[in-house]
Protein backbone atom coordinates (compact mmCIF):
# COMPACT_ATOMS: atom_id res chain seq x y z
CA UNK A 1 0.00 0.00 0.00
CA UNK A 2 1.86 3.43 -0.73
CA UNK A 3 1.62 6.01 1.19
CA UNK A 4 1.39 9.53 1.89
CA UNK A 5 2.98 11.38 -0.79
CA UNK A 6 4.30 15.23 0.42
CA UNK A 7 6.36 17.29 -2.46
CA UNK A 8 8.76 19.12 -2.68
CA UNK A 9 10.83 17.84 0.48
CA UNK A 10 12.48 20.70 0.86
CA UNK A 11 11.76 24.58 0.19
CA UNK A 12 13.88 27.74 0.67
CA UNK A 13 12.17 31.14 0.01
CA UNK A 14 12.34 34.49 1.18
CA UNK A 15 10.06 36.04 3.15
CA UNK A 16 6.93 37.65 1.58
CA UNK A 17 6.99 34.93 -1.35
CA UNK A 18 4.24 32.48 -1.32
CA UNK A 19 4.84 28.49 -1.15
CA UNK A 20 2.47 25.66 -2.12
CA UNK A 21 3.22 22.35 -0.97
CA UNK A 22 1.02 19.11 -1.92
CA UNK A 23 -0.39 16.14 -0.60
CA UNK A 24 -1.58 12.51 -1.88
CA UNK A 25 -3.06 11.01 1.31
CA UNK A 26 -3.75 6.94 0.97
CA UNK A 27 -6.06 5.97 -1.31
CA UNK A 28 -9.85 6.18 0.48
CA UNK A 29 -8.29 7.84 3.68
CA UNK A 30 -11.20 10.11 4.26
CA UNK A 31 -9.71 12.25 7.04
CA UNK A 32 -6.44 14.62 5.38
CA UNK A 33 -4.67 16.71 8.05
CA UNK A 34 -1.65 19.31 7.42
CA UNK A 35 0.57 19.86 10.56
CA UNK A 36 3.23 22.80 11.30
CA UNK A 37 5.97 21.45 13.51
CA UNK A 38 8.66 23.47 14.60
CA UNK A 39 12.12 22.30 15.19
CA UNK A 40 12.06 20.27 18.92
CA UNK A 41 8.36 20.61 19.00
CA UNK A 42 5.62 18.23 18.99
CA UNK A 43 3.30 18.87 15.48
CA UNK A 44 0.41 21.87 15.41
CA UNK A 45 -2.84 21.12 13.65
CA UNK A 46 -3.05 23.64 11.04
CA UNK A 47 -6.46 21.82 9.48
CA UNK A 48 -8.32 18.71 9.30
CA UNK A 49 -10.32 17.92 6.69
CA UNK A 50 -13.43 15.25 5.65
CA UNK A 51 -13.33 14.38 2.39
CA UNK A 52 -13.58 18.02 1.00
CA UNK A 53 -14.98 19.38 3.69
CA UNK A 54 -13.29 21.50 6.27
CA UNK A 55 -13.62 19.97 10.06
CA UNK A 56 -11.25 21.97 12.49
CA UNK A 57 -8.74 25.18 10.93
CA UNK A 58 -9.20 26.64 14.36
CA UNK A 59 -5.31 26.94 14.55
CA UNK A 60 -4.68 28.10 10.86
CA UNK A 61 -3.20 31.70 10.14
CA UNK A 62 -5.74 32.45 7.97
CA UNK A 63 -4.76 35.63 6.85
CA UNK A 64 -1.81 34.26 4.88
CA UNK A 65 -2.40 30.38 4.98
CA UNK A 66 -4.57 28.95 3.12
CA UNK A 67 -5.78 24.88 2.13
CA UNK A 68 -8.22 23.47 0.14
CA UNK A 69 -8.83 19.58 -0.82
CA UNK A 70 -10.28 19.44 -3.90
CA UNK A 71 -12.42 16.21 -4.88
CA UNK A 72 -11.86 14.61 -1.56
CA UNK A 73 -8.49 13.41 -2.77
CA UNK A 74 -5.06 15.63 -3.30
CA UNK A 75 -4.83 18.43 -0.79
CA UNK A 76 -2.67 21.79 -1.41
CA UNK A 77 -1.27 24.14 1.61
CA UNK A 78 -0.23 27.80 0.75
CA UNK A 79 1.74 30.50 2.34
CA UNK A 80 1.21 33.60 1.08
CA UNK A 81 3.33 35.96 2.00
CA UNK A 82 5.59 33.58 4.27
CA UNK A 83 7.12 34.89 7.59
CA UNK A 84 10.06 33.92 9.25
CA UNK A 85 8.74 32.22 11.86
CA UNK A 86 6.62 29.95 8.99
CA UNK A 87 10.31 28.37 8.75
CA UNK A 88 9.02 24.64 9.92
CA UNK A 89 8.26 21.30 8.49
CA UNK A 90 4.74 20.95 7.26
CA UNK A 91 3.49 17.58 7.53
CA UNK A 92 0.23 15.89 5.86
CA UNK A 93 -1.03 12.80 7.39
CA UNK A 94 -4.45 10.79 6.50
CA UNK A 95 -6.78 8.74 8.33
CA UNK A 96 -9.17 6.05 6.87
CA UNK A 97 -12.21 7.08 9.10
CA UNK A 98 -14.19 9.88 9.44
CA UNK A 99 -13.32 12.39 11.91
CA UNK A 100 -10.32 10.58 12.85
CA UNK A 101 -9.29 12.04 15.72
CA UNK A 102 -9.23 8.56 17.48
CA UNK A 103 -7.26 6.61 15.34
CA UNK A 104 -4.22 6.54 13.65
CA UNK A 105 -3.07 8.68 11.41
CA UNK A 106 -0.53 8.26 8.76
CA UNK A 107 2.19 10.81 8.27
CA UNK A 108 3.83 11.74 4.90
CA UNK A 109 7.71 12.64 4.90
CA UNK A 110 6.93 16.19 5.45
CA UNK A 111 8.30 19.25 3.40
CA UNK A 112 10.95 21.43 5.28
CA UNK A 113 10.52 25.24 4.50
CA UNK A 114 13.07 27.78 5.50
CA UNK A 115 11.88 31.28 5.17
CA UNK A 116 15.39 33.70 4.80
CA UNK B 1 -5.60 25.91 27.85
CA UNK B 2 -5.17 22.20 26.82
CA UNK B 3 -1.85 20.96 26.91
CA UNK B 4 0.52 17.60 27.93
CA UNK B 5 3.44 17.76 29.70
CA UNK B 6 5.73 15.00 28.30
CA UNK B 7 9.30 14.07 30.31
CA UNK B 8 12.10 13.91 29.94
CA UNK B 9 13.14 15.95 26.43
CA UNK B 10 16.09 13.41 26.47
CA UNK B 11 16.75 10.20 27.83
CA UNK B 12 19.86 7.79 27.03
CA UNK B 13 20.04 4.14 27.67
CA UNK B 14 22.27 1.19 27.30
CA UNK B 15 21.76 -1.18 24.75
CA UNK B 16 19.19 -4.10 26.38
CA UNK B 17 18.07 -1.99 29.01
CA UNK B 18 14.42 -0.40 29.54
CA UNK B 19 13.46 3.11 28.75
CA UNK B 20 10.53 5.17 30.22
CA UNK B 21 8.78 8.11 29.03
CA UNK B 22 5.73 9.92 30.71
CA UNK B 23 2.91 12.08 30.19
CA UNK B 24 0.95 14.24 32.45
CA UNK B 25 -2.14 16.03 30.80
CA UNK B 26 -4.80 18.67 31.61
CA UNK B 27 -8.40 17.61 30.35
CA UNK B 28 -10.20 14.79 32.22
CA UNK B 29 -12.25 13.96 29.44
CA UNK B 30 -9.62 12.88 27.28
CA UNK B 31 -10.12 9.17 26.12
CA UNK B 32 -7.51 8.36 23.41
CA UNK B 33 -4.20 8.40 24.38
CA UNK B 34 -1.48 7.44 21.07
CA UNK B 35 2.50 7.27 20.99
CA UNK B 36 4.01 7.87 18.11
CA UNK B 37 7.87 7.40 17.01
CA UNK B 38 9.26 10.17 14.74
CA UNK B 39 12.66 9.01 13.07
CA UNK B 40 14.67 11.54 11.44
CA UNK B 41 13.46 12.72 8.10
CA UNK B 42 10.21 11.06 8.56
CA UNK B 43 6.96 11.69 9.50
CA UNK B 44 5.63 10.57 13.23
CA UNK B 45 4.69 6.90 12.62
CA UNK B 46 1.67 5.31 15.11
CA UNK B 47 3.88 2.49 17.82
CA UNK B 48 1.08 2.08 20.26
CA UNK B 49 -2.24 3.63 21.68
CA UNK B 50 -4.60 3.27 24.43
CA UNK B 51 -8.32 4.42 25.15
CA UNK B 52 -9.64 5.64 28.49
CA UNK B 53 -11.70 2.47 29.81
CA UNK B 54 -8.35 0.26 29.56
CA UNK B 55 -5.38 0.37 32.10
CA UNK B 56 -2.73 -0.90 30.15
CA UNK B 57 -2.02 -2.35 26.54
CA UNK B 58 1.21 -4.24 25.77
CA UNK B 59 2.64 -4.84 22.20
CA UNK B 60 6.06 -6.78 22.11
CA UNK B 61 8.80 -4.97 24.06
CA UNK B 62 6.51 -2.09 23.98
CA UNK B 63 3.93 -1.24 26.82
CA UNK B 64 1.40 1.92 27.65
CA UNK B 65 0.25 2.37 30.68
CA UNK B 66 -2.86 4.77 31.92
CA UNK B 67 -4.00 6.57 35.39
CA UNK B 68 -6.54 8.37 34.88
CA UNK B 69 -6.86 9.60 38.28
CA UNK B 70 -3.40 10.92 38.36
CA UNK B 71 -3.83 12.33 34.37
CA UNK B 72 -0.66 10.59 33.31
CA UNK B 73 0.27 8.12 31.26
CA UNK B 74 3.84 6.02 30.29
CA UNK B 75 5.12 4.31 27.49
CA UNK B 76 7.88 1.20 28.64
CA UNK B 77 10.33 0.03 25.68
CA UNK B 78 12.32 -3.17 27.12
CA UNK B 79 15.48 -4.70 25.69
CA UNK B 80 16.03 -1.64 24.03
CA UNK B 81 17.60 -1.97 20.82
CA UNK B 82 19.77 0.25 18.10
CA UNK B 83 16.61 1.00 15.86
CA UNK B 84 14.44 2.41 18.93
CA UNK B 85 16.89 5.27 18.53
CA UNK B 86 13.97 8.00 17.64
CA UNK B 87 12.06 10.87 19.25
CA UNK B 88 8.84 9.80 20.66
CA UNK B 89 5.73 11.78 21.14
CA UNK B 90 2.92 11.53 23.09
CA UNK B 91 -0.55 12.97 22.41
CA UNK B 92 -4.02 12.59 23.41
CA UNK B 93 -7.55 14.00 22.17
CA UNK B 94 -8.57 17.55 23.31
CA UNK B 95 -11.91 18.67 24.53
CA UNK B 96 -12.46 21.25 22.31
CA UNK B 97 -12.59 20.07 18.54
CA UNK B 98 -10.92 16.67 20.31
CA UNK B 99 -8.23 17.47 17.81
CA UNK B 100 -4.89 15.73 19.29
CA UNK B 101 -2.36 17.59 21.40
CA UNK B 102 1.11 16.29 21.22
CA UNK B 103 3.90 16.54 23.89
CA UNK B 104 7.16 18.23 22.72
CA UNK B 105 8.91 14.96 22.24
CA UNK B 106 11.44 12.78 23.91
CA UNK B 107 14.71 11.84 21.96
CA UNK B 108 15.34 8.50 22.81
CA UNK B 109 19.57 7.41 22.44
CA UNK B 110 20.48 3.90 22.99
CA UNK B 111 23.80 3.40 23.34
CA UNK B 112 25.96 0.25 22.18
Do not use: M
Not at chain 1, 23 to 37: D, E
Not at chain 1, 84 to 100: H, K
Not at chain 2, 60 to 73: D, G, M, P, S, W
Amino acid sequence: EAGVAQSPRYKIIEKRQSVAFWCNPISGHATLYWYQQILGQGPKLLIQFQNNGVVDDSQLPKDRFSAERLKGVDSTLKIQPAKLEDSAVYLCASSPNPGGFDTEAFFGQGTRLTVV
Amino acid sequence: GENVEQHPSTLSVQEGDSAVIKCTYSDSASNYFPWYKQELGKGPQLIIDIRSNVGEKKDQRIAVTLNKTAKHFSLHITETQPEDSAVYFCAYSGRSNYQLIWGAGTKLIIKP
